[in-house]
């Protein structure tokens, strides 16, 4: 029976299920159930890597949301906010 997931993202990627590719992110992507490793291609700078998801009793309007972080921009923002400390600090 197809089951079904979107791997979410802020901007449009490939997206691989145990190394093979699959779809694109921010869209649904049909697969049959199970346990997988959920991955996205170059630039590697999202976080967690691959994703361990099972997919299981899904609809194909209610496909499961995988959340994948882009950890350039939480870099972004630490740096952001450690200027802004050492600045603030520095003023002090």
């Known amino acids: 029976m197809p089951e079904y997931f979107r791997a979410k993202y802020i901007e449009q990627r490939d ?3 145990d190394g093979v590719k699959m779809g694109r992110t921010n869209r649904r992507i049909e697969i049959g159930g199970g346990t997988y490793a959920i991955s996205m291609g170059s ?3 999202y976080r967690p890597k691959w994703q361990l998801a099972t997919i299981i009793d899904t609809f194909s309007d209610e496909a499961v949301d995988l959340l994948i972080d882009q950890g350039r921009q939480l870099l972004k923002d630490a740096d ?3 200027n802004k400390f050492l600045k603030d600090l520095k003023g002090s």
């Open 80 to 82: 952001i906010f450690q």
């Open 15 to 17: 997206v691989f299920v």
């Open 43 to 45: 630039p590697s700078d």
